[in-house]
C-alpha cells in the first residue's frame, strides 16, 4: 500500500522541486517552471528563468544554463547567465562563463572562466567594474610565487 500524501502537508506558498536522478542522461533542451535539480547528466540547454538550477554533488552538465539562480556542487562545462546569483560551492566546478548580479565562489571550487556582475539596466562604463552586492570570494587556484 502507497503512503498518502496530503496537499494540507505542503506549507502554503512552497513549490515542487523537480529532479533529475544520477542514472538519467539527457541530450537537448530542457525548458521549466519550477525549480530543478539535476544529480544525471545533461548535454545541451538548460532555460529556467524564473527558477532555481541545482546541479548537485553528482551532477554533469554541458550546457548554456539560463536561470534565477544557479548552485553547483556538480561540474558544469558552459555559460551560466543567471538574474539573481550564482553559487559555486565547494569542490563544485564551473567552466565557462558567468553573467550574473550576485556570485560566491567557496574555497575548494573550481573556476575557469569570466565573471560579469553588471546589474540589469545598468550602462556599459568604459573600464569602470560594476559595484559587487552581497558576498564574493574568489580563490586564485595558483600558487602566488616570490611575492
Not at 21 to 38: C, K
Not at 76 to 93: D, K, Q, T, Y
Amino acid at each position: 500500500m502507497a503512503p498518502e500524501v496530503s496537499p494540507a502537508g505542503r506549507a502554503s506558498g512552497e513549490r515542487g522541486v523537480a529532479l533529475i536522478g544520477r542514472s538519467v542522461v539527457i541530450n537537448g533542451e530542457l525548458n521549466g517552471s519550477e525549480d530543478l535539480t539535476i544529480e544525471g547528466h545533461v548535454d545541451g540547454k538548460v532555460e529556467l528563468r524564473d527558477h532555481t538550477l541545482t546541479i548537485g554533488v553528482d551532477g554533469r552538465v554541458k550546457a548554456h544554463v539560463f536561470a534565477k539562480s544557479v548552485i553547483v556542487l556538480g561540474e558544469l562545462v558552459g555559460n551560466i547567465n543567471a538574474s539573481e546569483r550564482v553559487e559555486l560551492r565547494e569542490n563544485g566546478s564551473v567552466d565557462g562563463d558567468v553573467v550574473a548580479p550576485r556570485v560566491a565562489i567557496a574555497e575548494g571550487a573550481h573556476f575557469r572562466g569570466s565573471i560579469d556582475m553588471q546589474r540589469k539596466g545598468q550602462p556599459a562604463a568604459g573600464g569602470a567594474v560594476p559595484e559587487a552586492r552581497g558576498p564574493v570570494a574568489l580563490v586564485s587556484a595558483e600558487p602566488r610565487v616570490g611575492v
